[in-house]
């Protein structure tokens, strides 16, 4: 489904030392530092898989949603999704695909969560049908129905969340983006929005790339984890083959009873990527 | 036609989250009339002052202010989501933009409405009633046709200027501040017939920005001072504008780079 080659990607970061006076100098002459998000990444992800995709921060992780999902386009490297270019045939892919950031919210602000959704279908050209049959579905399931009156500005983060992942989903794409979906949700919410992920992929059988820094979520959704630092992939296996690679790297990692915050602690310092 | 449909469910949306504080609409319809308004009371104060500027008379600098204005603030009203696109591309909604399969211009639009220009656009009619009675137009047909052609060619080039200075937004993530001198700037002085500022200006106006295609030339055929009915069709010369606009944003939307998470 998703084959990604070499990629590579890097910005100009504009760059002066704190105060008023060198801000005017920078007015004159500015320093950029080439700052290479991603260095040489490649891997493929088949259909119906669920990935988990980590790293420290700054580690390249929403740049590469970008790129997957045709935000960006990638300085070299190749990239296909189903066979489109994301950058190259924006429209079409955009329609195939769902994209939730947990910290930046898809609703209209000051209109109730339905209204937004009414948009969406409108934006997607969702038929009639198909969008009652998707709404209900997900209603049920995200339990929706009392906050769907509600404007968004409104809802509490869990709640919002909720919304967010059904507004992505209401066009039945069959890849779906999660960025850090369960930020800052308390643990209700969290264990609610891993179920749904969950069953989504069972029922639905949708592709599903997870960028997340609670452990637990890669451990209750993914099947398989790739690990990124400083622009290049270290790793790419399932939950296990990573816990053993922090113990062969590590210095004393044998106890199970380790929990995997430290595990993927210690695995960021022994790989050497903060 | 689904997009003018997916434009009036984009208003609608944008119109009800407005309703929604209806004391900060009611006051900014009624702030916004007041600062057009006083651009029409200037002009009243000046002109008693004297009896005309260069060879204008008071009801034609009248009538030339309401076109200007008229077109202003229908473009500001239709495309104001260019005015604040500085915003949408830091807040990252330009991102959220790009993740829809729809016309980018048309989602820009489409995220913001500026009912509150009813405001200027009531002045613009008031001062267009009065400059018309003042210096006594005949209208027939064809000066109907060379006014609205003037208001449309207007819309067209004010809202080629804003789409001109959101693509600028692609370049440098800043303000593009030095765009409000020629959208504001141009609505402010673009009042008076092009012509008083002097031949240079008027060149600036006519082979940079075209503001004398909707503006001076069409004008001198409204007024009569001229027979040259081709004039009155100037104002679609602006569409060419337009155009080059678009590609230049064409081009930016290549070279985005979205900023953070």
Redesign the interface.
Known sequence: MITMKGICKSYKVAKRNAGFKEACKALFHREHELIHALKDVSFTIDDGEMVGYIGPNGAGKSSTIKILSGILAPDSGMCEVDGRIPWKCRKEHVREIGVVFGQRSQLWWDIPVIDSFELLKEIYSVSTPSYNQKLEELTELLQLSEILRTPTRQLSLGQRMRCEIAASLLHSPRLLFLDEPTIGLDAVSKLAVRDFIKRLNEEHKTTVLLTTHDMQDIEAIANRVILIGKGQVLLDGSLDDMKRAAMTSGDDMSEDSKNLDLIVADLYHNLNIL | M?SI??YF??VS?VL??TM?YKLSFLLMCIGRFIVAFSGFIGISFLFSGFAGIKNYSYGEVLLCFSIVQAAFSLSECLFSGFKGFSGLVK??DF??M?????SLILQVIGSRFELGRIGPLLTAGITLIVGIRTCELHLNIMRIITLILMILGGMVLFSALFLLGATINFFSIEDGGIINVLTYGGKDHGKYPIDIYGEGLKKFCTFLIPYTLFQYYPLQYLLGKTDNSMYAFFPLGTVVFLVLCYAFWRFGV?N???CG?
């Open positions: 689904k449909r997916l469910k984009y949306a009800t989250s929604q807040r990252g991102d959220r790009l993740l829809r399969p729809r290549r985005y780079k979205s998470n």
